[in-house]
């Protein structure tokens, strides 16, 4: 499966592959990303609420979130062809633009069979945008930088989110007010990549999904994966949508989106900080119990105050984001050189793969339990995954941590690094003959 290329000549002048990029250069495609997140935020809280307030049953809310991911799923896999015909710089501004036309179509009147492939649209665009910067910032940023560059991406990116989401509090949800707001912020976001001058990768090399031998190099990396593309688009998707069926306003929603990225940081780091300095299963294991324990809470969050149902989801969505940088960081410390590759394009097909199948199971149990069911999916999900873990640390040894690589933030709402989208000639796409031992 080749992800990206690119022979667009024409976006930036030759430039020498050693060259240091220009941080104002870097910055602006920072920049662009997080502008489409803010609009982003925004239309991911206004649709379930818009849905609502017009009484229309979750059950709606839930299909969208399902075409959302379908869509994200799709263009996880189809960004390269695109990418090849025209380069990271137009790609990025086709997504952008892919982005806008959702938007629009959410736009034209309330129609739930209209807003599913509108927002699936959106979520095929998303994930190719994202798929393109990360490839592209891995190339054009040095080695001893790299790390920092990608989590203040993220970081911007979870951020953006954020801001967006509350942005609803300033809007009239029964006018085309958010998504104007959101047209707008994709529009902008175009401006500072049209305007770089950043240079554009080579082309990568090609990946393929192999299932067995990411087994074979990392299980407790393959399951998570399996586990937290389902858990984080769950209970960032179906929260909203829980929290305006049971009662709370706009306002509140809005307040609660913005604090659970807040979440993702507080929680994140300081499990990253200890990941580092031991058995990361230990630390995903007691993720995935804090996972485990939120979500029972949060079966009767819905009946308290907002600020603790907030301080819930806050600590929920970040053990649910740690369980999948830290599944990343292990899995990569498992892998050899040559396996890198494929383990990054088998890990992300896990990971779309389950963020479209359950939410769509999450969908089909909220006809019959009540927007609640997505809770006891995840409840489940985080315990299985919990068990297999701990089965997992007696039957293999631990990587020492000076053997391991450094943990950096990542979100789980986002495709995985695509280290795969621009490898270094140092990480060919063939397999090696012997396994690393198995985690």
């Not at 030759?14 to 990029?21: F, G, H, I, V």
């Not at 799923?73 to 990025?92: E, I, K, Q, S």
């Not at 629009?104 to 492939?117: N, R």
Request: a negative charge; hydrophobic letters at 55%; glycine letters at 8%.
């Amino acid at each position: 499966m080749s992800l990206v290329s690119s022979t667009d000549a024409a976006t930036a002048p030759p430039t020498d592959p050693a060259q240091s990029a220009p941080a104002i250069a870097i910055a602006s495609v920072v920049l662009s990303t997080a502008l489409v997140a803010i609009g982003n935020g925004l239309m991911f809280a206004f649709v379930p609420v818009r849905l609502a307030a017009e009484g229309l049953p979750p059950t709606w809310a839930g299909l969208i979130l399902t075409g959302m991911s379908a869509g994200g799923m799709a263009g996880c896999f189809l960004t390269g062809r695109m990418v090849n015909r025209v380069g990271h710089a137009r790609a990025f501004m086709i997504f952008s633009a892919l982005i806008i036309l959702s938007s629009v179509a959410v736009s034209v009147k309330v129609d739930p069979t209209l807003w599913v492939p509108a927002r699936a649209l959106y979520g095929f665009s998303i994930a190719g945008l994202f798929i393109v910067t990360q490839s592209w910032l891995n190339d054009v940023v040095e080695n001893q930088v790299r790390g920092r560059v990608i989590a203040f991406f993220y970081v911007s990116y979870i951020v953006g989110l954020g801001i967006g989401s509350y942005l609803l509090t300033f809007v009239d949800i029964m006018t085309n007010a958010a998504p104007v707001v959101a047209i707008a912020f994709g529009a902008l976001s175009i401006i500072p990549v049209g305007l770089t001058r950043l240079r554009t990768p080579p082309p990568p090399p090609i990946a393929s999904i192999a299932l067995r031998r990411a087994w074979q190099i990392s299980p407790v990396g393959l399951a998570g994966m399996l586990a937290v593309g389902g858990l984080s688009m769950m209970v960032a998707g179906f929260a909203p949508i829980h929290a305006t069926a049971t009662g709370f306003s706009k306002d509140q929603v809005a307040l609660l989106l913005l604090a659970m990225p807040l979440g993702t940081m507080l929680v994140q780091l300081p499990f990253g900080w200890l990941s580092d300095r031991t058995d990361r299963r230990y630390v995903l294991v007691a993720a995935s119990v804090i996972v485990v324990g939120a979500g029972a809470l949060a079966t009767g969050a819905d009946r308290s105050e907002l600020a603790w149902m907030i301080l819930i989801y806050m600590v929920w969505s970040g053990a649910i984001e740690s369980i999948y940088s830290i599944s990343s960081a292990h899995s990569n410390d498992r892998a050899e050189k040559g396996d890198l590759v494929l383990l990054s394009s088998t890990m992300l097909f896990a990971w779309s793969l389950s963020g479209f199948v359950m939410p769509g199971i999450a969908t089909a149990l909220t006809a019959f339990a009540g927007t609640g069911a997505f809770i006891v999916m995840a409840i489940a999900i985080a315990a299985v995954f919990c068990a297999f873990v701990i089965w997992r640390l007696t039957q293999a040894e631990a990587v020492p941590p000076a053997e391991s690589v450094d943990f950096a933030p990542l979100s789980a709402q986002a495709p995985p690094a695509a280290e795969f989208a621009y490898a270094s000639d140092e990480s060919g796409s063939d397999a090696v003959d012997e396994a690393p031992a198995q985690s």
